[in-house]
């Protein structure tokens, strides 16, 4: 069965996150108004994941992952893939959530969630070597290359200078001209920001010049047995991707795996 039209993208997502209006806009680009395609997946290999890590971030850097986790205490961590196990903890103080993160020249940037305050980390060693301040919340962190890409929980991505980390403009964010908000944890792959929508099994790709959501990939079988965990918390978000060896890992916030998975489609 195909399900390439905008209408059933959008059903995929819940009513909260895609503002409902009774048309697109017309200053929509035509782009948007286009059939969005929605891509399966097949699972390559499945990795440890530590239960009690509450993923907001997660980069792959040097043979193994960054990941930020949430709630209290919050920490900044190096994890081995082959088991999970994390080498190095970095714990943030109680006043802070810890939310995304996201590497850039030996820099590691994270955010906190309602604190508007961000820190930089060493990503050798991941002692604390600065600090800066936003506004509004902090959700998920990425970079281009050049530019910081940060999701706020509303409908924008947010461009930050990373010598400055003043903020340079924004794009909003629209699936089939209407806008798409609740994007959690980002991660850069091929040109493209790819987003988990927080509390949905979907990852979205985003065009960053236009904010439009070139496709959806649904990860609704990734995981089928959830017994014992939290429907509304411990859900999928955490994406890293492997540049070098083109592979592609998610988890989720306490989940027991990190999944390899090759993104097939669409369907």
């Known amino acids: 069965m195909r399900m390439a039209a905008v209408g059933v993208a959008l059903l995929f997502l819940p009513m909260a996150a895609v503002a409902q209006t009774a048309a697109p806009p017309a200053q929509a680009p035509a782009q948007a108004q286009a059939a969005v395609p929605v891509h399966g997946f097949e699972v390559v290999r499945v990795w440890p994941h530590d239960r009690e890590a509450f993923t907001q971030g997660l980069v792959w850097r040097d043979g193994a992952f960054i990941e930020s986790t949430g709630r209290y205490p919050s920490s900044v961590r190096h994890v081995r893939l082959e088991d999970g196990v994390a080498t190095r903890v970095q714990t943030l103080s109680l006043e802070h959530f810890g939310e995304g993160l996201t590497e850039l020249n030996g820099k590691v940037f994270s955010l906190t969630w309602q604190g508007g305050k961000g820190f930089i980390w060493n990503a050798a060693d991941l002692n604390r070597v600065g600090e800066f301040d936003y506004e509004g919340e902090g959700w ?92 509304a918390d411990d859900v999928l978000n955490g994406i890293a991707w492997d540049a070098e060896g083109r592979r592609l890992f998610v988890t989720g916030k306490r989940w027991p795996s990190v999944f390899e998975i090759r993104v097939t489609g669409p369907q």
């Open 140 to 231: 998920g962190l990425t970079t281009d290359g050049t530019r910081l890409i940060l999701s706020d929980g509303t409908d924008r991505l947010r461009f930050i200078d990373p010598d400055t980390l003043t903020e340079s403009g924004f794009v909003p964010v629209t699936i089939g001209g209407r806008r798409l908000t609740r994007l959690n944890e980002l991660e850069w792959i091929d040109g493209e920001v790819w987003a988990n929508v927080w509390q949905t099994d979907f990852i979205v790709r985003i065009d960053p010049a236009t904010g439009v959501v070139k496709s959806v990939v649904d990860l609704r079988t990734l995981m089928p047995d959830r017994t014992g965990m939290d429907p």
